[in-house]
Every structure is written in C-alpha cells, then in structure tokens.
C-alpha cells in the first residue's frame, strides 16, 4: 500500500499540491484527472520520489519508497533515451540496482516480451514510432520490477492505433500491477477502479466513476457513459454491447 500523507510540494504560493493526502491500495487502477496545472505531474514526482515533499510523506508499507519501488513512464519517452539499441535500453536501468548481471538480460527479454517490443531488440530506441517508443519505456520500468506503475499521459503522444494497443496492453498490466495514470482522455476513465480528482492542489474527488458522474454532472465522460445516462441505463452497463443488448434486447437475441 502506497501512502501519501498530508504531501505538500508548491514551487510558489498556490502552485503545485497542499496537504493532499492519497491512499493506493493493491491492484487499484486510478485515474487521476484535473485541470492543465493541477499538479498531477507534481503529485506522481512525489509518489515516485523524484521530488523530496516540503511538508509531508510518502511510505510504502510503511516505509519510505526504495528505489525500484515506483516505476514511472512520461509522455515523451524521447527524454528517458539514453543507449542505442532497445535491448541496451532496458538493461540500462538495472545496471544501477543489484540485480546480478547473467538475470539482466533475462529480465530485459521478460519484459520486452510483455510489451511486445522483443523483435526490436538491436533497433536504435529513436527510429521507432511513437507508440513503439512509449512501449520500450515502458520495458524499462517493468524491467526493474516495481510494485507500482505511474502512467503521466502516456497516450497524450499517441495515434489511435498506437493507442488502442496500448489500452490493450493495459487491460493485461491492470491484473498484475497497482497503476495510477493521468489523462485528459475521458475514454480512459473506463480503466480505473477509482477516480481520483485535483482541484486547488487538493483531491476534491476519490471514488468510483459512477460516484464522480453523479457528483459532476457537467464533466465531459466517456461515450459509453453518455449512451448508457442518455438512455436512462443502470450503470452497470459498461460497455457498447452491454448498451445494445439492453435497449434492443428483443431484436438483439431473435437475431442471434
Ligand atoms: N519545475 C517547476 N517550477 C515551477 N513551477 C512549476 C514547475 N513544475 C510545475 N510547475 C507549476 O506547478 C503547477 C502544477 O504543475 P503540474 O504538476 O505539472 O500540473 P499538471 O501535471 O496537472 O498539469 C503548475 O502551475 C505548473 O506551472
Ligand atoms: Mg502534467
């Protein structure tokens, strides 16, 4: 169990996170959402330990995080590119740890293979594509085996395709990792189990999506919510075919 409690960080009066205190618990997938400037970014540095709290703490267990804990992938992934070839890339991040030497590469090819990037093993990371990029980061963070994945817009770079295979990706990383991810993207709101909210450097908002709908009526959501509110279907139908079979039942099962 992650905890942040009471976190403050602002790199100027009103700007940045304040006293927000957030608990992720084993196998939650939350999305966390707010305004350009809201302090996402900042709240996930802060998780992940790349920025010391002026007030407050992160602990893991208990503990302060150790390093390996928290894996995190960015938007750009260009910026993490150290090395030339993907294989060199994702070793690169257990040079530093005491993984032994002869399990790196079997650790590298292990998570080459989750993401599906093994045939690009010997590519230079910077002739992939968009989502192939975001992928090998990805690679990379799994390589060190965290207990926990922070996604900043990872899909914010990404073209339709590239992302729906990342979403496909995710619906299998979703049953092994603990995963908190930011989006502008209403449709990824689907992913979470939890909708975490930041307004005035606050949560304003942890719940469930049906919860937060209700709560925030005005919020753009994802269409397939839209479709079930605008047809008056309960919640629980979650999905286009869900949608379908309820509001044509009848010529849906004649048809099968
Ligand atoms: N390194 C920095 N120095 C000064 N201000 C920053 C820095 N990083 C972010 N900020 C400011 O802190 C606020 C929160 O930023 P950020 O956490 O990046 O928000 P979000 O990810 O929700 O867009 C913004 O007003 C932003 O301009
Ligand atoms: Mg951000």
Redesign the pocket.
């Known amino acids: 169990m992650l905890k942040a409690e009471a976190l403050s960080y602002l790199?100027?009066p009103g700007?940045?996170?304040q006293e927000l205190s957030l608990t992720i618990n084993e196998r939650d997938c939350i999305v966390l959402i707010?305004?350009?400037?809201?302090?996402?970014?900042?709240?996930l540095y802060a998780l992940a330990g790349l920025l010391q709290p002026q007030q407050g703490s992160v602990t893991y267990d208990g503990k302060p995080v150790m390093p390996g804990d928290i894996g995190i992938v960015f938007q750009h992934p260009d910026d993490q590119f150290i090395t030339t070839s993907v294989l060199d890339e994702v070793i690169f991040g257990l040079e530093n740890t005491q993984v032994p030497r002869e399990d790196m590469a079997k650790r590298a090819y292990q998570a080459l293979d989750d993401v599906g990037m093994r045939w690009a093993e010997a590519h230079h990371p910077m002739t992939l594509s968009g989502g192939e990029k975001q992928r090998v980061a990805l690679a990379a963070v799994l390589a060190m085996q965290p207990k926990i994945l922070l996604f900043?817009e990872v899909t914010a770079m990404l073209d339709s395709h590239a992302r729906a295979d990342f979403y496909a990706l995710l619906k299998t990383l979703k049953t092994r990792y603990t995963i908190v991810m930011?989006t502008h993207l209403v449709e990824e709101y689907m992913f979470a189990n939890r909708i975490c909210y930041?307004d005035a450097h606050h949560l304003a908002f942890d719940g469930d999506l049906a919860t937060f709908a209700a709560q925030y009526p005005a919020h753009p959501m994802p269409f397939v919510i839209t479709l079930q509110r605008a047809c008056q279907l309960p919640f629980r139908v979650q999905s286009y075919e869900e949608c379908v079979q309820q509001l044509w039942a009848s010529t849906y099962t004649t048809s099968q």
């Open positions: 790199y100027a700007c940045g996170i707010g305004d350009n400037g809201s302090g996402k970014t900042t709240l900043d930011t930041l």
